[in-house]
């Protein structure tokens, strides 16, 4: 199983931001936040999104090893040793990881793949994971 690199994790991203963006703005909706040019959350509304979006990623990865957008696009995280599904534990650390990588639109997570062997961002070194192509069936 090879590694995946940058270009199709961040179409992957993108699909899994453009779903999280639409729970952003019903989230909004919800709580008074939108505008005539669409919608603001800060304080409480953001961290309740920002939960959710880390909650989404870690139960997705979790449970299959991929979020809708990896699977649109065939991926999946699996466990660096054995290339085996991975855990709770592991899920969470990527993912909590994740605020880090995701600086400066995913470019410390982008610089960090580029810069890996392995091809892992941060959060995937630290909690064990790869990214890899999944079996198409």
Known sequence: MEPVGVGLRAV???????????????LALVTGNTTATGFNLSGGPFFIWL??????????EARSGQTFGKRLINLKVVKLEGAGPIDMQAAIVRNVLRL??????????AIAVWASEKKQRLGDRVAGTIVVRSRTT
């Open 12 to 26: 992957a991203t993108v699909i899994d931001t453009a779903l999280l963006m639409v729970v952003g703005y019903i």
């Open 100 to 109: 880090v990588d995701g600086f400066l639109f995913y470019l410390i997570g």
């Open 51 to 60: 939960l959710i979006a880390i909650g989404y990623y870690t139960a997705l």
